[in-house]
């Protein structure tokens, strides 16, 4: 077990462009999270999953952000028609549903 | 809402003191869980400790302790014998049944 990863660690784009990331969660965690962090801030909740199914998302999350988790294994997060407000690092985390969560090392996008 | 605010940007402390990290958080539930994590320059959160709201006693990990009021819904932690490593960001986090709000965090430097 490799702990959860995140593709790609780093992300440069022009403004008006979609991007994805990627999360790979630990295997046997059945619920992930996706969180927003900006500098100086502790991470913002966006979206988390059970399984396959999105059980919640922020009030936050503009209709240009989607995520999915196909199959309850690895989950992506897009940004449509990304804006200078996007640039931020975005976290993943698992969790087996117990207490605590698992993250990973974050993707930063930079958005110009 | 639930709310989580630490009051202390940056703290300093000297290399094998004792420095405590103040953390408040606002809540109408009466079981809930609350984190410390610890986010290395450049490197991704770990828990550093846990604490369950109905516990009264106050949680303990080697190095690390927590002074849990919950009556005046205050959560510190203590870090003894500090040491370099444990300079990082530390974020207090509160969650309650599925979602996870963290503070903005303080940022502890160690000195040698």
């Known amino acids: 077990d490799t702990g959860v990863s995140q593709n790609p660690r780093h992300k440069i784009t022009k403004r008006g462009q979609n991007v994805t990331f990627r999360c790979d969660p630990i295997s046997e965690h059945n619920r992930l999270y996706w969180y927003r962090q900006t500098l100086g801030q502790g991470p913002e909740f966006l979206t988390y999953f059970q399984n396959e199914a999105q059980l919640e998302k922020s009030r936050l999350l503009s209709d240009r952000f989607s995520a999915e988790r196909p199959k309850g294994s690895f989950s992506t997060l897009e940004i449509q028609r990304t804006e200078q407000g996007d640039s931020a690092m975005y976290l993943c985390?698992?969790?087996?549903?117990?207490?605590?969560?698992?993250f990973g090392p974050g993707t930063r996008l930079t958005v110009t | 809402a639930q709310t989580v605010t630490q009051s202390q940007p940056e703290m300093s402390v000297q290399e094998a003191e004792t420095v405590t990290l103040s953390c408040t958080y606002d809540t109408s539930e009466s079981d809930y869980y609350l984190f410390w994590y610890k986010q290395p320059p450049s490197r991704q959160m770990i828990l550093v400790i846990r604490q369950e709201a109905y516990k009264q006693q106050n949680a303990t990990e080697n190095r690390f302790s927590v002074n849990f009021q919950k009556a005046a819904k205050s959560f510190s932690l203590k870090i003894s014998d500090s040491q370099l490593g444990d300079a990082a960001m530390y974020f207090c986090a509160y969650r309650n049944f599925n979602k996870f709000y963290f503070g903005s965090g303080t940022k502890l430097n160690v000195k040698p």
């Open positions: 985390a698992s969790t087996p549903g117990t207490y605590e969560q698992y």
